[in-house]
């Protein structure tokens, strides 16, 4: 089946930090990546996305590269601000008969910068 | 514009109550989707609609859960006979079409505890 893995949290980080938050996946066929963010209160937003091996996605300062050798695709970003506080959840899609709008998820890692 | 609502925010019952639950998307929005987040969980795939028949319910867990979209707008959740373990945070969400080009917009969540 389809699953992800991403890094237990929380993580900490003092303002400007660097960041990474490292997810891996198992897939049945090729799936398309995505990080989602959720802020205090408020629902899931799409962060970036990725729809084939080697295409970084980027927004927001954040970037993930699809990475098909190493079945990751990990969430950077080189400076955090106390307005990146949230939780992340990296996701695949994979298209399989038409059903290519499965969001597969993973657990999630709370994020908490402090000035 | 107004994004995807959700009704209530929060709901508490006991256990072997009914329950409903609402989705308002997007306006325009073909596609609707109802996810599960249980505590410490990513979301899980429920229910799709697109237009008004539910076109993939495998995520459902079992004959109690039901959803309703009957003019291809509003959506409703309706859960039977609850039970302590159906507690969890209920997402909807919308996409403008269907397909791996199609950004999932989610709601805020309706907060399910079942005492």
């Known amino acids: 089946g389809n699953s992800v893995t991403q890094m237990e949290g929380p993580v900490t980080l003092s303002e400007e930090a660097f960041l990474t938050i490292n997810c891996t996946y198992t897939a049945t066929g090729y799936p398309s990546l995505f990080w989602y963010v959720q802020y205090p209160g408020e629902g899931l937003q799409l962060l970036l996305k990725?729809?084939?091996?080697?295409d970084k996605g980027s927004n927001k300062g954040f970037e993930a590269t699809y990475r098909k050798e190493t079945t990751s695709f990990h969430l950077e970003k080189g400076s955090v601000q106390v307005s990146d506080s949230a939780v992340y959840f990296c996701a695949l899609s994979v298209d399989s008969g038409g059903s290519n709008y499965k969001l597969t998820f993973g657990k999630g890692t709370l994020l908490t910068v402090n000035p | 514009g107004a994004g995807v609502s959700q009704t209530p925010s929060n709901k508490v019952t006991e256990k072997g109550k009914y329950v409903e639950l609402r989705c308002d998307p997007i306006?325009?929005?073909?596609?609707l989707y109802w996810y599960r987040q249980s505590l410490g969980q990513g979301p899980e795939f429920l229910i799709y609609f697109q237009g008004t028949g539910a076109a993939d319910d495998s995520g459902l867990p079992n004959d109690r859960f039901f959803a309703v979209r009957p003019e291809g707008s509003v959506s409703t959740l309706k859960i039977q006979r609850t039970e302590r373990g159906d507690s969890a945070v209920y997402l909807c969400?919308?996409?403008?079409?269907?397909?791996?080009?199609?950004?999932?917009?989610f709601g805020p969540g309706t907060r399910l505890l079942v005492l």
């Open positions: 306006s325009g929005h073909t596609a």
């Open positions: 990725a729809t084939k091996a080697d």
């Open positions: 969400a919308s996409s403008l079409g269907q397909g791996l080009q199609e950004t999932q917009y």
